[in-house]
């Protein structure tokens, strides 16, 4: 069965940085996009980005470019998401989630990643 | 961005209540959206996609439906389990969600 499980919860500094993973399985990994959504408390969903796990590319949204880096390693099945220069509004769980580059329809998602950014 | 409206950001209703959600979307995006639930501390769960498509396992009693702008959300009797929060998504363009709607029981 498709799983997708995230790392443990964080908590940051204002201007540091946060690298979650998501590690897929149960599926070939490099055969569907993966997406970056976020949560903030109490607040509703924002898509960050997706990388492509075959290839490596990646498109992020507005908002988090020059902040967000998504990479992956084939040999784990595992996409990351990097956040810099960290501010307390990016308190959140992030997301993974799969999906099509284009067909973006989340039918897995990881458990979601706390990530408090508190001084 | 395509902006989605969602309406109401939160309802009451008794079991067994017809519940219905909408979502407006800034822009015409033909079919593609999608609707969500997600229960307090989980990740959503994908409920309807392409507007009124049923995914796998879910119960009938949730239905989709709309294209263009317009689209509807509806639970045909609301049961204990339904608490939660109901989120809709466009994929036309780069995916955007509707602000979300909490639904309680009276």
């Known amino acids: 069965q498709v799983q997708l499980v995230q790392s443990g919860a964080e908590v940051k500094k204002p201007g540091a940085s946060v690298k979650v993973s998501c590690k897929a399985s149960g599926y070939t990994f490099t055969s569907y996009y993966m997406h970056w959504v976020r949560q903030a408390p109490g607040q509703g969903l924002e898509w960050m980005g997706i990388?492509?796990?075959?290839?490596?590319?990646?498109s992020y949204a507005q908002k988090f470019q020059g902040r967000v880096t998504m990479t992956r390693d084939t040999s784990t099945s595992t996409v990351y998401m990097e956040l810099s220069s960290l501010r307390s509004e990016d308190t959140a769980v992030y997301y993974c989630a799969r999906a099509g580059q284009w067909l973006v329809i989340y039918n897995y998602w990881g458990q979601g990643t706390l990530v408090t950014v508190s001084s | 961005d395509i902006q989605m409206t969602q309406s109401p950001s939160s309802l009451s209703a008794s079991v067994g209540d017809r519940v219905t959600i909408t979502c407006q979307a800034s822009q015409d995006i033909s079919n593609y959206l999608n609707w969500y639930q997600q229960k307090p501390g989980k990740a959503p769960k994908l409920l309807i996609y392409?507007?009124?498509n049923l995914e796998t396992g879910v119960p009938s009693r949730f239905s989709g439906s709309g294209s263009g702008t317009d689209f509807t959300f509806t639970i045909s009797s609301l049961q204990p389990e339904d608490i939660a929060t109901y989120y809709c998504?466009?994929?036309?363009?780069?995916?955007?969600f509707g602000g979300g709607t909490k639904v309680e029981i009276k």
């Open positions: 998504q466009q994929y036309d363009n780069l995916p955007t």
């Open positions: 392409d507007a009124s």
């Open positions: 990388i492509n796990p075959s290839g490596g590319s990646t």
